[in-house]
């Protein structure tokens, strides 16, 4: 199967990897609404929530309230401003804006001001080094 997820999850396409377990993989969006948006990945290939076993979605969301905490700390000195308010959130469904048919979940920093539920301009990171460096500076907090 063509899956961008699963060539992320086999190493076969880098990412910039923040944790990874048996079952889940935290990765940086290489497109963030803002720097320090996170996607965690399941491992094995789910199309949707409708398809993860139960007892690993349990997993899921105590990762997402720890990433949550350390976005909090680590994002300034990445963005122009600090982080006022944290969306997670995840599409199930091309209607509902899935682009990618391999379950993940976002975790995405917000700053004050910035209207709906996701932004439809999103921002770039300097360059991969920058990208890497706020992965390092994540990790050390984990
Ligand atoms: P969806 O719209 O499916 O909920 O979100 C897919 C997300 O995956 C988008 O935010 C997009 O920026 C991100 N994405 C797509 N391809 C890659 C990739 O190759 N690497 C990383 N790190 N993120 C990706
Ligand atoms: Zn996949």
Redesign the pocket.
């Known amino acids: 199967m063509d899956c961008?997820?699963c060539k992320?999850v086999n190493n076969e396409?880098p990412?910039?990897t923040i944790f990874e377990d048996d079952n889940l993989k935290v990765?940086?969006?290489?497109?963030?609404?803002n720097k320090g948006?996170m996607?965690i990945l399941t491992k094995k290939h789910y199309n949707n929530i409708f398809d993860v076993p139960e007892p690993l979605l349990t997993n899921i969301y105590p990762l997402a309230q720890k990433m949550a905490s350390i976005l909090k700390t680590v994002t300034q000195k990445y963005n122009k401003h600090q982080i006022a308010g944290i969306n997670i959130m995840?599409?199930n469904g091309a209607a509902a804006?899935?682009?990618?048919?391999h379950f993940?979940l976002?975790i995405i920093p917000r700053h004050a001001g910035e209207v709906g539920i996701i932004k439809v301009t999103?921002t770039k990171y300097d360059s991969m080094d920058e990208m890497n460096a706020m992965g390092n500076d994540i990790k050390e907090l984990l």
């Open positions: 961008i997820f992320i396409i990412s910039t990765i940086l969006d290489i497109n963030p609404v948006h996607l995840q599409n804006g899935q682009e990618v048919s993940h976002h999103r």
